[in-house]
Nanobody, 115 residues
């Protein structure tokens, strides 16, 4: 059973930074893609950033230039570096691993950005 564990969330002031980590129980080479999603209170979960097996990166427009997704293959860990945080970034952030046709999710880590 694939396990993903997110960490690094917390309370930060607007303009601050946080780095989220997603530890994976298997080699991330075995997955087609890794991604970060978020779900704000009262809203649907939305895709934030992704990295595929070829190393291609993609971001939702609202975080471009502020967030960076990366991976450490040796540590089986995917990161989300978040800078210039805004109150609207407040959400539970989830890590997802894709190995077609299956998706695997972590339980999330809460990020709260105060104004």
């Amino acid at each position: 059973q694939v396990q993903l564990v997110e960490s690094g969330g917390g309370l930060v002031q607007a303009g601050g930074s946080l780095r989220l980590s997603c530890g994976v129980s298997e080699s991330i080479f075995s997955f087609n893609a890794m991604a970060w999603y978020r779900q704000a209170p009262g809203k649907q979960r939305e895709w934030v950033a992704g990295i595929n097996s070829g190393g291609n990166l993609n971001y939702v427009d609202s975080v471009k230039g502020r967030f960076t997704i990366s991976r450490d293959n040796a540590k089986n860990t995917v990161y989300l570096q978040m800078s210039s945080l805004k109150p609207e970034d407040t959400a539970v952030y989830y890590c997802k691993a894709v190995r077609f046709p299956h998706d695997y999710w972590g339980k999330g880590t809460l990020v709260t950005v105060s104004s």
